[in-house]
């Protein structure tokens, strides 16, 4: 994973900025093929007040295409652009087409479950990126929408439609990795982390009903 993306996003207008951006990234890419890993997760622009929506798409795009895609096929490692909350690609429509301009197996999606539930539905994006998709981030959240506040959940204890979100996955045949976004505990939650992972995996609602 590159650290440098959040602070120094690629979308800046300050060269200076995206210089940082670039180098962590670069960095981040030769480590993965030191290590033997296949990707590398990008967070790849930031909307904000100084940077327009458009801007902070193409932007991203030609720094990606220009300084880091290059570098990414030399090596053989994924690019991974994962849809985060900043304020960037905002549905599975755009994202898949933001992907898909690159013209590149190098570049793939990292979907995460989580990020998608304020404005969408995990299932939904699943089917729309297809085998974009190379790896996963899984979490919940349960919404309290008259309230305007979200709050993290146990796996299978929030508003996400996990049996829908396998079937989703099996249509599209993945068979990648994914990664928990969750807070650590002792050996017992962690075996319970597992058991919920596994009922999911087979379909099933992650938490059994006592």
């Known amino acids: 994973m590159n650290m440098a993306h959040w602070d120094n996003p690629l979308s800046s207008d ?13 960095t ?4 993965a093929r ?36 290059p570098l990414a096929q030399d090596l053989k490692v994924v690019i991974a652009v994962e ?13 898949a087409r933001y992907v898909d301009e690159f013209k590149s197996p190098w570049v793939k999606a990292y979907f995460d479950v989580g990020n998608v539930v304020l404005y969408g539905y995990p299932q939904d994006w699943v089917r729309t990126l297809g085998n974009r998709i190379v790896k996963m ?21 929030g508003d996400i439609d996990w ?21 650590g505990g002792d050996a017992a939650y962690l075996k319970d982390v597992v058991a919920r992972l596994n009922r999911f995996l ?7 009903s006592a």
């Not at 849809?83 to 994202?95: G, Q």
């Open 14 to 26: 300050d060269p200076e900025v995206v210089n940082k951006s670039v180098k962590g990234m670069e």
């Open 28 to 31: 981040s890419l030769r480590n």
């Open 34 to 69: 030191l290590w033997g890993a296949d990707t590398v997760l990008l967070v790849p622009a930031v909307v904000n007040p100084k940077t327009m929506y458009k801007d902070a798409y193409t932007r991203s795009q030609k720094m990606i295409r220009e300084r880091l895609l």
């Open 83 to 95: 849809e985060v909350w900043n304020k960037f690609l905002l549905s599975p429509i755009e994202f």
């Open 137 to 157: 981030h899984i979490k919940d959240f349960k919404m309290d929408r008259r309230e305007g506040r979200f709050y993290w959940k146990n796996i299978g204890e």
């Open 163 to 183: 049996p829908e979100i396998r079937k989703a996955l099996s249509e599209i045949g993945y068979e990648g990795f994914m990664t928990t976004e969750i807070q």
């Open 202 to 208: 087979a379909g099933q609602p992650p938490v059994t």
